[in-house]
């Protein structure tokens, strides 16, 4: 086949995999007459495909390669920096390859390359340089996941559009600013929850989409600032009210998520400022840790709960039981250890209520003559 065959099979191919999902319409032009770009897709928020209920439109561009590999998980392109330009001063675009071996056999790759992916790619280009090599991906069946491919696309763009080089500069501008308080990160998307406060489902979202995380100032009315996806520091990003309970007893109201950020993949939810879960977006591990608080009534809590998880193997989380069973070991020289500590940091605390003292203690602030008097009131019959 000569290659403008291979462009029309292409084209072909992608607008019959767009064409049967109801919320999506496929505006492709298989003569390659517009630079740059194939076409449109329209987005539509109902069923039927009114022009009342349009959500949006997104770019496409669409290439065919002969071959007789189809099976490939991921592939690589080379795309044309001009063309690459020309996607970034439009807001980004969906990039479509498909492999042709003949017409029956072929498969769909994909990648969104919004204004923050463009910028990255584009970064350090040389004047005579005239591809770029991109990534992409097999484009999926799920009619669902496909609707939520080109929506997340088309939020995300609006959010970028305004921000034409690296994000990473409006960031370190206000990094002082985020130990303050005045930022919160916002991380949003469809298909990122399965169902209303269900937890977070970061690991699966990401096999499609590319998780975009936005510095959202809290007192003003400016958009949202975009950050690189693949150089995040441990920034809060997330907060959710979710029970964290043992049997009938809550322990905890609310999670707060974070990236460890010597391991992009690894994401921690913390229940309290010291106990925390790592999750390996890769592997979807889960590993339990915690450390000490050095205040008296928070430690107590936090080691009452460590100690629960222990003995039952696990916690529930809005209801949903988390298995630690494989995890725990209640016989190791560091769950004896907690054992010891709790029954202490119980022991004081209950000496705090007899004394009529509310207020929780900073043991770090405490003299050595304070915990001497706090011990001898304790050690009392």
Same mark, same amino acid.
């Given at each position: ?16 995999? %767009? ?21 449109? @897709? ?57 492999? %042709? ?16 992916? %463009? &910028? ?50 409006? $960031? ?42 936005? $510095? ?10 975009? $950050?690189?996806?693949? &150089? ?46 790592? %999750?390996?977006?890769?592997?979807? &591990? ?51 250890? @907690? ?43």
């Amino acid at each position: 086949m000569d290659q403008k065959d291979i462009e029309t099979i292409a084209i072909s191919k992608v607008k019959v995999s %767009l064409t049967s999902n109801a919320y999506l319409s496929p505006f492709l032009n298989e003569n390659d007459k517009e630079p740059s770009w194939d076409g449109q @897709i329209y987005l539509y928020k109902k069923e039927g495909k009114r022009k009342a209920d349009i959500e949006g439109r997104v770019s496409v561009q669409v290439k065919g390669k002969e071959t007789d590999v189809t099976s490939k998980k991921q592939i690589k392109y080379p795309a044309q920096i001009s063309d690459l330009k020309n996607y970034n001063t439009d807001g980004g675009v969906i990039f479509f390859v498909v492999y %042709l071996k003949d017409d029956q056999n072929y498969k769909i790759y994909y990648d969104t390359l919004e204004p923050v992916k %463009l &910028n990255k790619i584009l970064y350090g280009v040389g004047k005579e340089q005239k591809t770029k090599t991109i990534t992409l991906k097999s484009f999926p069946k799920n009619k669902q996941v496909v609707r939520d491919i080109f929506r997340n696309f088309n939020l995300n763009k609006k959010r970028q559009m305004s921000f034409t080089s690296d994000p990473s500069e409006y $960031l370190q501008n206000i990094e002082k600013d985020i130990p303050k308080g005045k930022y919160e990160m916002i991380l949003t998307g469809y298909g990122l929850y399965k169902e209303k406060n269900n937890f977070l489902d970061l690991d699966n979202f990401s096999k499609y989409n590319t998780p975009y995380f936005y $510095l959202q100032e809290k007192e003003s009315g400016l958009p949202p600032i975009p $950050l690189d996806p693949d &150089n995040i520091s441990v920034i809060q990003y997330s907060e959710q009210n979710v029970e964290i309970s043992i049997k009938n007893t809550v322990f905890y109201k609310k999670i707060r998520r974070t990236f460890d950020k010597s391991d992009k993949n690894k994401v921690l939810v913390y229940f309290s400022k010291h106990v925390y879960l790592i %999750l390996n977006r890769k592997s979807s &591990n889960l590993d339990f840790r915690f450390k000490e608080s050095n205040l008296l009534r928070e430690a107590s809590l936090d080691l009452r709960f460590v100690v629960g998880v222990i003995e039952n193997k696990g916690f529930s989380m809005d209801g949903t039981w988390i298995d630690f069973s494989k995890s725990i070991n209640s016989d190791s020289p560091d769950m004896k250890r @907690i054992y010891e500590d709790y029954k202490k940091q119980n022991e004081t605390v209950q000496a705090l209520d007899t004394l009529g003292i509310n207020k929780d203690i900073d043991i770090d602030k405490l003299s050595s003559q304070d915990l001497k008097k706090l011990r001898h009131y304790m050690d009392r019959d």
